[in-house]
């Protein structure tokens, strides 16, 4: 039955990629393998690092333990996070996320070998949260969206331990240091879900300044998490 109405939804309404525009699925294969890659930088002087490390010399108490990203905000990678962000297309979060784990295996990044040390034991997913009244306009986070998948497929455990309590302006037109106002004090944890003695996998859809996933990562340490590592689709 459910391959029956699938089938129906396709003659109805066809996959589109958000790409090239051609028709068959959301993100085509030829798209995918257009996405521009750089090397990794360390999440504090932004700065090439091997694996995405902090650098020692950058480490900090309540700082991000490394930065991993699919790739340069730019098309078609952008194209497909603005059609998932702001046109809700959120068939979208499993085939980025499924890009992502592609990646992971071939080129096995430095985290991903951590992980797979500990079995996936100790670490866990944890999206960067939106307010709630912005969530309720949008519809979803997609951040969450990416990151239930991202758990689900990993085997790990996901857990929406941050929430936002008061809501900020928008920081696509704000500058460095107006971002890191903007967003100060954003963020609580959210008493429900235990943090203490666990690694986490902090999940954003782009890295820009990083204020956000630095403000996210000292909330999350300062309640007892070990390593908190930044995962985004772009930077």
């Given at each position: ?90 068939e979208l979060s499993e085939v980025l996320v499924d890009v992502l ?25 944890v999206p960067v949260p939106l307010h709630w009244w912005r969530q ?26 941050l929430k936002r309590i008061r809501p900020t302006n928008s920081q ?64």
């Amino acid at each position: 039955m459910q391959i029956l109405m699938n089938f129906i939804l396709d003659l109805l309404f066809p996959k589109k990629c958000v790409g090239c525009g051609n028709f068959d699925s959301y993100f085509c294969t030829d798209c995918v393998s257009n996405i521009m890659q750089t090397d990794l930088v360390c999440p504090k002087c932004e700065k090439p690092a091997v694996g995405g490390q902090t650098h020692p010399i950058c480490r900090r108490h309540f700082g991000l333990n490394g930065l991993w990203s699919l790739g340069i905000y730019e098309d078609p990678l952008k194209k497909a996070i603005q059609k998932l962000k702001y046109k809700r297309v959120k068939e979208l979060s499993e085939v980025l996320v499924d890009v992502l784990i592609e990646y992971w295996a071939k080129y096995q990044p430095f985290v991903f070998d951590q992980i797979k040390k500990d079995k996936g034991e100790g670490w866990v997913v944890v999206p960067v949260p939106l307010h709630w009244w912005r969530q309720n306009q949008r519809g979803f986070n997609q951040s969450g969206e990416i990151g239930k998948l991202l758990a689900k497929k990993l085997g790990l455990e996901y857990s929406e331990a941050l929430k936002r309590i008061r809501p900020t302006n928008s920081q696509v037109k704000l500058k460095g240091i107006e971002r890191r106002e903007n967003i100060r004090n954003a963020f609580s944890l959210n008493t429900k879900y235990l943090i203490h003695n666990t690694n986490v996998l902090l999940i954003d859809d782009v890295w820009t300044t990083g204020s956000t996933l630095r403000e996210c990562c000292y909330v999350l340490k300062r309640n007892g998490a070990k390593k908190v590592w930044a995962l985004t689709l772009a930077r």
